[in-house]
């Protein structure tokens, strides 16, 4: 059976910033390139969490994200999301049932063991410089991007945030949900063990 290289479409370039004691300035967001090669069937066959059916947002679960990430700000430094199992935090400074969800977004990024990346994507209802000004007070405990337009918001038409959408490598919705539910740690870890890309990589690693 070919080999079809499989990369995210949610995948991000990194760069380093010099910058010493402050937030790096704004850039846009940009795609990088695949890791490894994994058989696209596998991702069809692997054991994916159950649908979440308590839902304040239109059901994607099962499909691509419907607006790729790449035009939106980045306000920490720029990370290499590639082969990296994503959970998008839609989240407002004002919001604090989010702001109490850290704890939980914490520990599904540790729990992840470096194949997790805690995506936080602001904009709703406030600008970049209310969510600067707060990341300038709290130091950044993951990656943050800011999206004006809520471009990829917009489209789950959610009625509330939090929101958190968690994506596997093939940029494929696993999950969506609330952060305080009782699955969304679950549904994480069940991701990262069964995502074929994140396997390839953890045995080319063993192995090498």
């Excluded at 070919?2 to 846009?28: D, N, Q, R, V, Y």
């Excluded at 649908?51 to 239109?58: F, I, R």
């Excluded at 989010?98 to 805690?118: E, S, T, Y």
Aim: hydrophobic share 40%.
């Amino acid at each position: 059976m070919p080999l079809t290289t499989i990369a995210t479409a949610l995948t991000l370039s990194a760069t380093l910033f010099a910058t010493a004691g402050a937030l790096p300035e704004p850039k846009a967001a940009r795609p990088v390139q695949p890791l490894v090669e994994v058989d696209e069937t596998a991702y069809a066959a692997a054991d994916w969490p159950e649908h979440n059916k308590d839902l304040y947002a239109k059901d994607l679960q099962g499909q691509k994200l419907p607006v790729a990430l790449g035009q939106e700000t980045w306000l920490t430094e720029e990370q290499d999301l590639n082969g990296k199992v994503l959970v998008l935090d839609f989240w407002a400074t004002w919001c604090g049932p989010c702001i109490a969800a850290g704890p939980k977004l914490a520990k599904a990024q540790k729990d992840g063991k470096g194949d997790v990346k805690v995506v936080a994507i602001s904009g709703q209802s406030e600008g970049v410089d209310k969510v600067r000004s707060y990341l300038d007070e709290n130091e950044p405990k993951w990656i943050y991007l800011h999206d004006d337009e809520q471009r990829v918001f917009a489209p789950f038409e959610s009625r509330g945030i939090p929101l958190v959408v968690v994506l596997s490598t093939d940029g494929v919705i696993r999950w969506i949900g609330n952060p305080h539910a009782k699955e969304f740690g679950k549904a994480v870890s069940q991701v990262v063990e069964n995502d074929p890309m994140i396997k390839a990589l953890r045995a080319a690693k063993a192995g090498g």
